[in-house]
């Protein structure tokens, strides 16, 4: 940590003489661990959507985001050494925003990073810094993986060549390395990026095996592809100069200068945090069964249908891949509309909902249908728990949606809930999703594939033949804490026919679902101080 930096630059100048010039020394080293600190926190924290301005007493001082002590050992006191105090500010400069050539944006801003310390000797040392914040919304990559990334199969940016999506201009990133091993499917990567923090692969991550499938990629700005060849990936000698020649930068790796994003942690998704945050204050939020909007309980003011099915129901869903039956709380999408729209009721898009009787062994969650027409400007289900989606989600007069939760199951529009364990999987029909999703899953282990970024999206029937519509954004976060059913498709579902594909809306900067996580990176831009 922070002591070993400092001891470690401290004993290359114990032979000086002077004794200020070692504490000027040995405080400057710790002003500047101070200033990596500041930028880690900074980072962290924007990505985990927890930084908020300290109120200035004087208005003409930028608002300091923190103000921290650290000494040698990066919090308690060490005798012998001095403290530093960090204070961490915005600069007085506008946030920038910068258009990529695909229509999505980021976002920068600079933070003024000032570390001061007094040596022992009563000299004053100070470090300063400027850092600039890059940050983009989640949901401007069709695919995003807080950790390792495989597609072993062709899903939603894979296209066949005689069917390519020509409005597709979505982002895939990977903050951990990427495994790249489709089937034999002719599969062409339409997308314009393929990045990677980590090291990009041409195999499976549970065996290290090869499916040898044939794979193209579109060259960057151009509507040309170029064939991947099969053993060609981060291990080979000419890597880092033959994959811009062949894709243009489309395929870009931790040799390329890839850096990680900062993501929210799925703590964000608790009762307290974030979401739940934003649902008290102008949303709805459901606690077990029980709906509140502003701090009142509405539950026995919402409507029922014709047939006497209230807003609010339970009912049992057959959970193959979790092995049990799983208890969900049944939301009926369209009643909760009907009551906001008539009531005439302010509403800011977000929709919390925690049931505390849910673990691993009994995985029980919640469950919405009737989506086909949302309410508001733009709808985001938020829940610590998994969540299932029943039928068409958002196709009339489409808002910006999301569902963030530990883990998310689509359900077709024939599901009827007759699904037992062990039995037949039932019949899918066509059905379609326009949404961003932001879940947990289940990594791959060695010798146990987890299903890979093809199968974020959890399904429950046969889809044989069927066509599964999703326009919007994948995002894998974190792996899942109460959802955590290994995956194999044996007697869980068949596949559909996936066309999905990227919702360009979501580069627009009105295009976001309520309450969007931001992911960040730190550039340092310029730094000074005792060398």
């Not at 029943?390 to 529009?413: E, R």
């Amino acid at each position: 940590g922070f002591a070993a930096l400092a001891a470690s630059s401290w004993s290359a100048v114990r032979s000086q003489n002077s004794d200020v010039r070692i504490g000027v020394d040995r405080t400057g080293y710790l002003a500047r661990g101070g200033i990596e600190m500041a930028i880690q926190r900074l980072n962290r924290a924007i990505g985990q959507m927890v930084v908020e301005d300290i109120p200035s007493e004087d208005p003409l001082d930028p608002p300091l985001v923190w103000s921290f002590d650290i000494d040698a050992n990066g919090n308690g006191q060490i005798d012998g050494w001095e403290t530093v105090t960090c204070n961490v500010s915005r600069a007085d400069v506008d946030t920038q925003t910068k258009t990529n050539d695909d229509g999505s944006y980021n976002f920068y801003q600079q933070y003024l990073i000032v570390a001061d310390g007094v040596t022992d000797a009563d000299a004053p040392v100070q470090v300063r810094a400027v850092a600039e914040l890059e940050t983009t919304p989640i949901v401007q990559f069709f695919a995003f993986s807080g950790e390792a990334m495989e597609l072993c199969s062709p899903p939603a940016f894979m296209s066949s060549p005689l069917a390519f999506l020509d409005d597709f201009s979505g982002r895939v990133h990977a903050n951990g390395n990427m495994y790249i091993s489709p089937t034999s499917t002719h599969t062409n990567f339409d997308v314009t990026s393929l990045h990677s923090a980590g090291d990009i692969y041409r195999y499976r991550l549970e065996n290290g095996v090869s499916n040898n499938g044939p794979v193209d990629v579109r060259v960057q700005g151009t509507s040309d592809f170029e064939a991947w060849p099969n053993t060609f990936d981060h291990d080979s000698d000419t890597w880092v100069s033959e994959s811009q020649e062949l894709f243009g930068g489309t395929v870009k790796d931790s040799a390329h200068g890839v850096l990680p994003f900062e993501t929210p942690t799925v703590g964000s998704l608790a009762v307290g945090g974030t979401f739940h945050d934003m649902a008290t204050v102008g949303g709805i939020t459901i606690e077990g069964n029980q709906v509140f909007y502003q701090g009142a309980n509405i539950t026995a003011l919402l409507p029922t249908d014709i047939g006497g099915e209230s807003t609010i129901s339970s009912e049992s869903v057959a959970d193959v891949r979790e092995g049990v039956y799983v208890d969900v709380v049944n939301v009926r999408m369209d009643l909760l509309r009907q009551y906001f729209v008539d009531n005439n009721l302010a509403f800011n898009g977000m929709i919390h909902c925690y049931r505390g009787d849910s673990d691993p062994d009994q995985p029980n969650g919640y469950k919405f249908e009737g989506g086909t027409e949302l309410f508001g400007e733009g709808l985001t289900v938020a829940s610590y728990n998994p969540v299932y989606i029943h039928g068409d989600w958002n196709n009339t007069n489409k808002i910006p949606s999301a569902v963030i939760a530990d883990a998310v199951n689509l359900l077709s529009n024939s599901w009827n809930g007759t699904k037992v364990l062990g039995i037949a999987k039932p019949v899918a029909v066509e059905t379609t999703y326009n949404l961003a999703v932001i879940a947990g899953d289940t990594p791959s282990q060695e010798g146990a594939f987890g299903g890979g970024m093809e199968n974020l999206l959890r399904l429950h029937e046969s889809w044989l033949g069927k066509d599964c519509n999703f326009s919007g954004s994948l995002v894998s976060l974190f792996p899942s804490q109460i959802g955590k059913g290994a995956f194999h498709p044996n007697n869980v579902f068949i596949a559909p026919n996936r066309k999905w594909n990227f919702d360009t809306s979501f580069n627009e900067v009105g295009g976001l679902p309520p309450g969007c996580p931001l992911i960040s990176r730190v550039h340092r831009v310029i730094q000074t101080g005792p060398q």
